[in-house]
């Protein structure tokens, strides 16, 4: 009788069975490390994923206006009603606004609330709806109960059920009725108001706030408030908000609505203000967090799988020493591929799942930046698209890429022995240097280090140079936001005069008599159009010192007839450096030649445009200048802004004061000439809140390079078991074995610091060089030279402390009964 030829599944199955028994720590190592770096590549992915879609998700779920209507007079007397018919519009919510401040002293004069009362209670619940973080929604029954922001929560001190103190200032308007009656007579004094704080919200228009939109802190009162009266007299007027039905254009809703307010004397024309620049400025300011966690995702996940690669690579030869056994019982060359390719999937299986495990559980720590406060649904997510395509990457990709190594390995397996003669003449020669300057322990632990080795016997060497030169190269990332120069600010205080009308003589005067002063220049808003393109501008004229601009290449303009541009402006245009265009200017028209290119700080006026890193141009003052207002009479030019230095250890405090009482004397109103000292552009301040990235990669992939070499000193160990019993009959004590260890975990650290260092150092400025030409900053790298040096003892020293725990299991081998297991 033939006998049924066995099934190649039948003796694979009871192989993998035997591995899984006699390896199984080795393998859950492996899907250990392999999961917890997946974990981190999906937590990151998703991440991205969701601040990407917050602000989106947002303004769907909270059905976001996109336009504001501002009547002239007062909508409330039915105009708001009939505008809502309107075949444009979708939802519309209508508001109050009451002039209210807070009490507190250290609140500056003159400043209010954004206080707003909806009638028809459709604002912050139908129609922008607010997100409550903490509390719960006001009683609209209530004329005391108020949602406030959390700038407001934290400048009053006050959490949901306390009492919030205001003061309410009457209003002085005469020519229009106010929420829907006339406006009471202008009282001497503000009313104290009390109101009980429902709950802290957040508003879908703060999550960013836009140039030329109001940033104060916002509270929300409820519609009985405005139905009681209590508050008429302070009163400024009203407005609505409007979603427009989707496929409608803005400027056929602006006819429509300009047409109906023709029609209506009591809302006495009206203006529209479009919200889709604080829509774009918002989705632009997520932008960075979400590149950032899509380079960190991208990298984490690239070094991960070249390292475990490695790792599952040296792995299934290490297993192929079996091999010739395997073949001599019968088994055939697709049996033996089949079977390192199931050991493989033993790992990487539950790795998967304990990477999809990781991401779940890591989800409530994302969105990240801006689109934090955005996020509709905090806390735990589960992207299951996402996941299952990461589930199934990281099972099936290693798997993937390590077809070949068992194919060839099992084409090899011609014997029993695993190691040809070829190899065994191979003997490295490293550490011979050590051995013959009396250092055994040195000398062996060098071989032992730089020797891959062969079949069972096989270390994953250059896994670990690749880990712990990524670490290294991760931790050499350069800081922008903490240097300032680099985005332009090459000063301490912008003293803004945009309308105080102070001539150019008073404010030299002004300027010389503060102590501490070591320089200043003095300059102009506006823009200029080069192309047909409107491009923010600043005209800088350098009164005392020089520096004020931070060039990339050329010089700064000094006639009316040169130009300096940002690069991502003078790229965009095509444009190059000494080359001619014409540019207008006001209502003036010249050809001004590019003689500098530079990076600016935050410039704007009112709600213009504003400069931003490479975007913007500046020209001399002059340039800029418009016709001089009556104070100005006789004088060439009013500025508009003064950039100010100081003294090394000037106390900016001080000095701020001394210069507030300056300008007031000067003929500054009160509270009109302010001063600033951060002018950080929009993208510093996006790239700010995402700082940490590159440390938090850098710390990933050191932790991967320690745990990458332990691996290698805990496998080391296992496979030449033979070795050490060898050492330790020829003579070598447990401490020497131990030194054996140590000498080769020194050895491997320093050769990645002789690689990591150099290579990290070029590749960080090749990367800031990339970065620099694209955003416009200055491209000179800086090399932080102490903390790499400190770097150096501290990786040996670590290398000695993973060290440990593998001498200690190398100390404790027995030689007999490993040599006879042999």
Known sequence: ??????????????????????????????????????????????????????YPRLLRWSHAASVLVVPNCVGMGGFYGRLARLPQVASIWTGVVYSLALPAPEVPPGSQLEAVASPDGALGTSTDRVRVLAGRPADPADPRAVMIDQELAAAAHV??????????????????????????????????????????????????????????????????????????????GDYAGVRLRPGVSLASFRRAAAALARRDPSAGGISTVSLAPQVTATEQATRPQVVSL??????????????????????????????????????????????????????????????VAVAVAASPLMP????????????????????????????????TLLVPVPWRAAARASGPHGMTAAARAHRPRRGLPLTLAGSVTGGIGTRMAFQPGYGRTAVPVRSSLIAITAGVFGASFIRLTDTPHRYGQNWAEELNLQFAGIPAARVRTVLAAQPGVTGYAAGDYGQVVIGGRA????????????????????????????????????????????????????????????????????????????????????????????????????????YNFVLIRYRHGTGLRAAAARLDAGVTRAGCPPGICLLTADQRPGEIRNYAGIRETPLALGLVL?????????????????????????????????????????????????????????????????????????????????????????????????????????????????????????
């Open 1 to 54: 009788m033939r006998m049924a030829r066995a099934r190649p599944a039948g003796p694979v199955w009871l192989a993998l069975r035997a591995d899984l028994r006699l390896r199984w720590r080795a393998m859950l190592g492996l899907a250990l490390l392999l999961g917890l770096i997946g974990g981190v590549v999906l937590t990151a992915a998703a991440g991205a994923r969701r601040t990407d879609t917050a």
């Open 159 to 236: 959490r949901p059920g306390g009492t919030l103190r205001l003061l309410g200032v009457p209003s002085t308007a005469k020519t229009c009725t106010t929420g829907g009656g006339p406006a009471a007579p202008g009282r001497a004094r503000p009313v104290p108001l009390a109101f009980r704080v429902s709950a802290v919200v957040a508003f879908d228009d703060q999550v960013v706030p836009s140039p030329g939109l109001s940033g104060a802190p916002r509270v929300l009162l409820s519609p009985a408030f405005w139905r009681s009266g209590a508050g008429r007299e302070f009163g400024r």
């Open 294 to 355: 899509a380079v960190f995702a991208a990298l984490t996940g690239l070094i991960g799988l070249a390292i475990l690669a490695q790792l599952l690579g040296r792995q299934l030869i290490l297993d192929a020493a079996d091999f010739p056994t395997l073949r001599a019982l019968g088994m055939t060359r697709r049996s033996l591929a089949a079977l390192s390719l199931a050991r493989v999937t033993a790992v990487t299986a539950p790795a998967a799942c304990l990477a």
């Open 368 to 399: 990240i930046g801006p689109a934090r406060l955005a996020e509709p649904s905090p806390g735990v997510e589960a992207n299951l698209a996402l996941l299952g395509a990461g589930l199934a990457v990281i099972t099936l990709l290693p798997v």
């Open 535 to 638: 491009i923010p501008a600043i005209g800088l004229d350098p009164l005392d010192g020089r520096g004020f601009l931070t060039l990339l290449a050329g010089r700064a303009p000094a006639t009316g007839t040169e130009i300096a541009l940002g690069e991502g402006t003078l790229r965009s245009l095509h444009l190059r450096l000494g080359q001619r265009v014409p540019v207008s200017a006001g209502h003036r028209a010249r050809p001004m030649r590019i003689v500098g290119v530079t990076t600016f700080a935050r410039f704007s006026q009112a709600s213009s445009a504003a400069t931003d890193l490479g975007t913007g141009a500046v020209v001399p003052a002059s340039v800029l200048s418009l016709p001089s207002p009556p104070t100005c009479a006789g004088h060439v030019t009013c």
């Open 702 to 822: 050191v932790a991967l390079a320690v745990g990458t070499l332990a691996q290698v000193l805990l496998t080391s160990v296992r496979r030449r078991r033979r070795d050490l019993a060898v050492l330790k009959t020829l003579g070598l004590s447990r401490r020497q074995v131990q030194a054996v260890v140590a000498w080769q975990a020194v050895v491997l650290a320093a050769a990645a610091l002789a690689l990591g260092l150099p290579l990290g150092m070029a590749a960080g400025r090749w990367a800031w060089a990339v970065f620099a030409g694209s955003a416009g900053v200055a491209g000179d790298a800086s090399v932080p030279a102490p903390l790499l040096l400190l770097a150096v003892p501290a990786v040996l020293l670590a290398a000695v402390l993973i060290a440990a725990g593998p001498g200690i299991a190398a100390a404790r081998t027995r030689p007999a009964a490993i040599l006879r297991a042999e």
